[in-house]
């Protein structure tokens, strides 16, 4: 596909683990990137991985990487209210600047 | 640590007015850039400049031009606005110097929301 794809909202409790996914358009992508935007505020860069990887751990959040289907997923263990924003995935392939998803909307309740 | 920082925060305007955006960084990096997000659109580049001296048209720049004044500032002009731009505008910057390759992701500034009445 052409876009960047990512559920719009995900609803989980508090103490839960959340799951994003996301589909990527090219496989050659050599980084995909996942970011938070908290109401009011701009982007925020989570983490990153590189295209040779397929999962990086970053304290409560664990990224994994699938090259074949270009899928991408972020989880975030033991979920908190603080963890409420819109996530966005985002790849960067060659000749272009950062192409991005339509974000995902996280609700966090207690 | 200033990072990045857009003036104004919000602004409104009237069909026709013109008006610019300004972008500041203050990490030397090298190459800027100018999106916009509106809702259920994620964001969509606008310009953006790989170095101080260069820019470039991204997804959306009809209605916009750009000028990089140097390697710290990038701003972002609406000659005639109209309400179709209204959004929130998000300036980035990031140390990539050749857009092929990237090892260092974009930093956000904050917004500046503006209206077109």
């Known amino acids: 596909g052409e876009d960047v794809e990512q559920s719009l909202f995900l609803s989980v409790r508090e103490g839960d683990s959340s799951v994003i996914n996301c589909t990527y358009t090219?496989?050659?992508?050599?980084?995909l990137y996942w970011y938070k935007q908290e109401p009011g505020a701009g982007l925020q860069l989570l983490t990153y991985?590189?295209?040779?990887?397929d999962m990086k751990q970053d304290q409560r959040l664990t990224v994994l990487l699938n090259k074949k289907d270009k899928h991408l997923s972020l989880r975030i263990a033991d979920t908190q209210t603080g963890d409420s924003a819109i996530y966005f995935c985002?790849?960067?392939?060659?000749?272009?600047?950062?192409?991005f998803g339509k974000g995902t909307t996280l609700s966090v309740s207690s | 640590n200033a990072g990045v920082t857009q003036t104004p925060k919000f602004q409104v305007l009237k069909t026709g007015q013109s008006m610019t955006l300004q972008c500041a960084q203050d990490?030397?990096?090298?190459?800027m850039y100018w999106y916009r997000q509106d809702p259920g659109m994620g964001l969509r580049l606008i310009y953006y400049?790989?170095?101080?001296?260069?820019?470039d048209k991204g997804e959306v720049p009809n209605g916009y031009n750009v000028s990089r004044l140097n390697k710290r500032e990038f701003s972002l002009r609406l000659e005639s606005a109209a309400p179709s731009q209204t959004s929130v505008y998000f300036c980035?910057?990031?140390?990539?110097?050749?857009?092929?390759?990237?090892?260092?992701?974009?930093?956000f500034g904050d917004g500046t929301r503006l209206s077109i009445l």
């Open positions: 985002a790849e960067k392939k060659a000749g272009t600047a950062l192409i």
């Open positions: 991985i590189f295209s040779n990887m």
């Open positions: 400049s790989a170095s101080e001296g260069t820019t």
């Open positions: 090219d496989s050659s992508s050599t980084y």
């Open positions: 990490m030397n990096h090298n190459s």
């Open positions: 980035a910057s990031s140390v990539l110097r050749d857009r092929r390759y990237s090892n260092q992701p974009q930093h």
